[in-house]
C-alpha cells in the first residue's frame, strides 16, 4: 500500500527556499507539516496543506516545498499521483499550477531529492492572496494506469523534476 511521508528536514530545508533564518524557526515550520489526506471520506484527492505561512503576490510563481513524499511499493508501480490546485482557490484567485496537472510517477520516491513534492503556483489575479500555515492549497490524486505492449522502459530514475527527459 502507497503512504504519504516527509522528507528529512535537512532536504526540505534545502529545498523550501527560505534564506536568513535560524535552523530552530525551520525546524518549528518543518515539524507542523501535515501529511495529505481526505477531507471526506468520498474525497477523490488528499489535500496537501501550507507548510508556513505566505503572502502570495498578484503575478507572482512561486516554488512550494511539501516537505512530502509519496512511497510506493514496486507492487504498485501502476499508479501516478496527480497534483491540481484546490478548486476554491481556483475559483476565488486564479491560483494555479503553470504546468496545470502535477505528475509525481511511482518511482519519483526513489529521486535524489527523497521524491520531495514540490510545487509551483502562480497568482496571475490582480490581488495578494494570503495562504496561512496548514491551509489545503493542492490536493493528489492517485491514479491506476496501464503502459500499452512495447511502451514500457527499463530506465531506471535518479534525479527530479524533468530528469526523465534527459
Known amino acids: 500500500m502507497s503512504r504519504f511521508e516527509k522528507v528529512s528536514f535537512e532536504q526540505w530545508k534545502a529545498d523550501c ?8 524557526e525551520l525546524r518549528e ?9 481526505q477531507a471526506t471520506s468520498g474525497s477523490a484527492g488528499m ?7 505566505l503572502d502570495f503576490e498578484s503575478g507572482s510563481r512561486l516554488k512550494i516545498a511539501t516537505g512530502v513524499r509519496w512511497v510506493t ?5 501502476d499508479r501516478v ?3 491540481v490546485p484546490r478548486s476554491g482557490l481556483g475559483f476565488r484567485y486564479g ?8 505528475v509525481i510517477d ?11 513534492i514540490l510545487v509551483c503556483f502562480e497568482n496571475p489575479s490582480g490581488e495578494n ?8 492549497f493542492v490536493q493528489g490524486i492517485i491514479v491506476r494506469y496501464e503502459v500499452p505492449e512495447g511502451a514500457g522502459s527499463e530506465e531506471i530514475r535518479s534525479g527530479g523534476f524533468g530528469s526523465t527527459s534527459r
Do not use: Q
Not at 17 to 24: A, E, I, M, T
Open 17 to 24: 527556499g527560505v534564506k536568513g533564518l535560524p535552523d530552530s
Open 29 to 37: 515550520w518543518f515539524d507542523s507539516i501535515k501529511l495529505p489526506h
Open 47 to 53: 489535500d496537501f496543506y501550507m507548510p508556513f505561512n
Open 73 to 77: 511499493d514496486p507492487s504498485e508501480r
Open 81 to 83: 499521483l496527480l497534483i
Open 95 to 102: 491560483l494555479r499550477l503553470p504546468n496545470t496537472v502535477g
Open 106 to 116: 511511482a518511482d519519483y520516491c526513489e529521486a535524489d531529492n527523497e521524491g520531495h
Open 129 to 136: 492572496v494570503k495562504l496561512e500555515a496548514g491551509t489545503p
